[in-house]
C-alpha cells in the first residue's frame, strides 16, 4: 500500500474516532431522569451531553 493509501486509512480512522457534542434544551420536569439518561449514552457513545433547562413557556417564547 502506498504512503498516500495509510495517510487516507489514517485520516478517516481519526475522523471516525472524534466525539460529538449534543446540545439539550428541556423543561426542567425532566431533569433527573434527562441527567441519568444522558451520562449512560455519554459512557455508551463517547459523546458529551451539554443540557440546559428552562421553563416550557421561555423555551417555547424562544423557539424562533
Not at 486509512?9 to 472524534?18: E, K, Q, T, V
Amino acid at each position: 500500500m502506498s504512503r498516500f493509501g495509510v495517510f487516507l486509512l489514517c485520516l478517516l480512522a481519526s475522523a471516525m474516532a472524534r466525539s460529538a457534542e449534543l446540545t439539550v434544551l428541556s423543561g426542567g420536569a425532566i431533569e433527573p431522569g434527562l441527567h441519568s439518561a444522558a451520562s449512560a449514552f455519554e459512557k455508551q457513545s463517547g459523546h458529551h451531553v451539554k443540557i440546559t433547562f428552562n421553563t416550557t413557556p421561555q423555551i417555547a417564547a424562544n423557539r424562533g
